[in-house]
């Protein structure tokens, strides 16, 4: 096929360049390089999966354990719950339903180090997803997020979590569905999920999160539903990074499904349009925390923006712009009209 396809490409050449000194030269050859790429299929091969003892030892120190202790009227309690890392400085994302408050609530993570830690938001309904906040001592491997679109049915799948307390416990799986729910969940079988696993991470083969665990639905063939990552994402673009939920504001969307967070509006009048922050810039760093992608501006938007200025680093083509940009209060009656 390649030869056939190079000997047409020469073909092609010599009828349009007839000398090698002819000042077409270059345009011609322009010419040639979009018509092979026309006639060539160079599709990018698919990154190879993982196997099963690599996903674990990928996907373990990414995955927490969460503790919550307390007292009523029957006596001392304990509920067990998962969830994963999703910033190194110490975001952990989990069910919604697991946060009711405790005594004691702490996050484990896999090494045993315990951390008390705070609810920093919630999205609850359809989305079953919270946000909780630790102080490590250092950095901490953050998960990689998957893409919903790619996950197929029959495909495979690792779920970690804390059933009964047993920490760090792995189940796999298999993709019965891809979409249920009203399209915000995936159904998975085979995978006996049990108290504890709520909030826990499902993988793929290449150890990126695909959904967090929900409900288990059926003990026939361990039949259970899980938050898709895409509509965890859409949780950030529509709960946590809407800035009229916010005390103060910049004004900037990014865009919460894609690869990094760039910016896709800016809001007129907006401290960051005053600041010259355009549309397709990307948010690389928001007061010191490190932006990999969307969900990550949102994680700063809940935590780090308030009175003070905020330094901000983006990068426009190949360049990085730093800004420090001055939040605006809301309204105080929450109307999501910007006050002074």
């Known amino acids: 096929m390649y030869s056939a396809q190079i000997r047409s490409s020469r073909t092609f050449l010599q009828k349009q360049i007839p000398s090698s ?26 990154k190879p999966a993982l196997t099963k003892d690599e996903v674990v ?11 919550i202790r307390g007292r009523d009227q029957q006596g001392e309690w304990v ?28 996050v484990i993570l896999s090494d ?21 906040k630790i102080e490590p001592h250092d950095k901490l491997p953050a998960v990689r997020l998957g893409q919903s679109e790619k996950v197929s049915k029959g495909q495979q799948v690792m779920v970690i979590g804390n059933p009964s307390g047993r920490r760090h416990s792995i189940i796999h799986g298999t993709i019965d569905r891809k979409s249920c729910g009203g399209g ?15 909030g826990g991470p499902v993988f793929n083969a290449h150890g990126e999160q695909i959904a967090h665990v929900h409900v ?25 990074s ?36 355009k549309e397709k810039d990307v948010v690389m760093e ?32 190949q360049v990085l712009i730093k800004k420090t940009i001055q939040p605006l209060r809301h309204n105080p009656k929450g109307h999501g009209k910007p006050g002074k």
Do not use: W
């Not at 030892?57 to 503790?67: A, F, G, L, M």
């Not at 919630?122 to 989305?127: C, E, I, K, Q, V």
């Not at 865009?255 to 990094?260: A, L, P, T």
């Open 286 to 317: 928001v007061a010191g925390m490190k932006i990999d992608h969307g969900v990550h501006y949102g994680l700063a938007l809940i935590s780090r923006i308030g009175k003070e200025p905020i330094p901000l680093t983006i990068r426009r083509g």
């Open 184 to 198: 915000t969940q995936i159904q998975i079988i085979e995978a006996d999920i049990g108290p504890g696993n709520s």
């Open 242 to 277: 809407d800035e009229n939920r916010q005390d103060y504001m910049i004004g900037i969307t990014v865009d919460c499904q894609g690869g990094e967070a760039e910016v896709i509006g800016i809001r007129l009048g907006s401290p960051a349009n005053k600041a010259g922050i």
């Open 112 to 132: 045993g180090t315990a951390y008390p830690f705070k609810v920093l938001a919630r999205a609850g309904g359809s989305y079953d997803t919270a946000i909780l």
């Open 79 to 106: 509920s067990h719950a998962a969830g994963t890392i999703l910033h190194e400085d110490g975001y952990i994302l989990t069910c919604e339903h697991v946060t009711y408050p405790g005594q004691s609530q702490q």
């Open 21 to 46: 000194h002819d000042p077409r030269l270059m345009k011609v050859l322009f010419l040639l390089l979009i018509h092979l790429g026309l006639t060539t299929a160079l599709a990018t091969p698919e």
């Open 216 to 240: 288990k639905i059926s003990t026939a063939i361990n039949t259970s539903r899980h938050i898709r990552v895409d509509h965890m994402r859409d949780a950030f673009a529509k709960v946590f």
């Open 57 to 67: 030892k990928h996907c373990s120190p990414r995955t927490v354990d969460i503790e």
